[in-house]
Each structure stands twice: as C-alpha cells, then as structure tokens.
C-alpha cells in the first residue's frame, strides 16, 4: 500500500485556519485520498476525499498538489470541537476496501 | 449519531473466554467492516463482508471470526481471549463501494483480565 506521511502534532487557536498536511509521494493515478478524523473516545467520522481537484464541503477543503504528491485538509475556522486525531488515507482502487490507518495528526485547539 | 449501532459498549472477561460483539449498519449500506484500535497498533483493519459474504480479509487472527446474517447486522466472535486482544472494536459501514465514506459506530471496549 502506498504510505502517507503527516505531523504527529499540530497546534490551532480557535476561530483560525488550519492547514493539515500529508505527503503520499508514492501514490498511484488511481487512489483516492481521504481524510477521516477521530474525536476523543469516538469511532473515527468521515471529513472529506478527492482524487486530482479540490474538494469542499461543509466540514472542510482538500487541496491536492498537481502532482498529487502531497494533500492538505483545510479547516476553515478550527472550533474547540475539531480537536481529533487526523488521518490521511490513501484508497486503491479496486485492490482492497479497507481504510488503512496510519498514526495521523494530533490537533490541539487553543480556546 | 453515525446510524450504526455497536453492542455491547463495554466487556470485561477474562483469558481463555469467547465473547461476541455485534454491530448493526446504517439502514440501506449492504456492507459492514470491522476494526479493531489498540494502543500499540493503532486502527487495523479486520474483515469486511457485503451482504452476507466475505469480501476482504486484513489482520485478522484465526481465533477470530466474523458473519453477516441475512438482516445484515454483523457478529465479530473472539475466541481463547488473550490479554493482547484488550483493544477497542469499531464496527463501520457503506454501500459496499470502496470510494464512498464509511461510517462508524462508537465502538465496543473489551477488556482482557
């Protein structure tokens, strides 16, 4: 499987943007990128995924590099209820339906 | 609220015991995957099942097992429990497309002692 590379840690004030970084520099033509997140003591929640173009929707935006080796996961105006461990996934296609995890990014809001 | 419902939320046994945790999807997704979160390893994948068959398989260990009944709720059984299998279990589900988002439950606890 291809790999992805996050911080283990970011820090945020609340109100402010926050741009989540991930590195796939092995990925293929065909995965798609997700971002998932975990809030403490909860089951992972989808965020957002995209193939080659940007993506929004109402919880966030992903950038995609043009050559797709790198992603970022844009939060807006981060709240104190965006503090979650982040996880950036990268999906084969067809090969396999699982969500391979990696350690993701811990984000700390500061009120 | 995810839509899909785990039972039980907690379960303490001991070594050498078998325990079933269940998992029901969200209404219309035909298929359901199981993961299992420990401290050392992280989020894993397990098993995953679409309408009642087996689709894929991940780190699953033999003296685990899993079904889908005709209802398509789920049913992971752990068997010969060790204390390494203390570990949270998510149970997520979908319509079975690998591009489209899983949802999960909030997770069954198991405790080892």
């Known amino acids: 499987d291809a790999k992805t590379t996050q911080p283990n840690s970011m820090e945020s004030n609340e109100e402010e943007p926050v741009h989540l970084p991930c590195n796939h520099s092995t990925i293929s033509g065909t995965d798609y990128i997700h971002w998932y997140r975990q809030l403490p003591s909860q089951g992972p929640e989808y965020v957002i995924h995209g193939l080659t173009s940007n993506v929004n929707n109402r919880m966030a935006s992903l950038a995609i590099a043009e050559d797709r080796k790198s992603s970022t996961l844009i939060l807006h105006r981060a709240t104190l209820r965006d503090a979650a461990v982040y996880y950036c996934?990268?999906?084969?296609?067809?090969?396999?339906?699982?969500?391979?995890f990696g350690k993701g990014t811990l984000l700390t809001v500061n009120p | 609220d995810s839509g899909v419902t785990q039972t039980p939320k907690h379960l303490i046994t001991a070594t050498g015991q078998r325990v079933t945790l269940r998992c029901s999807p969200r209404?219309?997704?035909?298929?359901v995957y199981w993961y299992q979160q420990s401290l050392d390893q992280g989020l894993q994948f397990l098993i995953q099942y679409y309408n009642g068959e087996e689709r894929a398989k991940g780190n699953i260990l033999e003296r685990f097992s899993a079904q889908q009944f005709p209802d398509l709720h789920s049913e992971l059984n752990l068997s010969s429990l060790e204390l390494g299998d203390s570990a949270l279990y998510f149970c997520a589900s979908n319509s079975g497309s690998p591009y489209n988002e899983q949802f999960f439950g909030p997770g069954t606890r198991l405790t080892v002692l």
């Open positions: 996934i990268l999906n084969l296609e067809g090969s396999n339906y699982k969500l391979t």
């Open positions: 209404s219309g997704d035909l298929s």
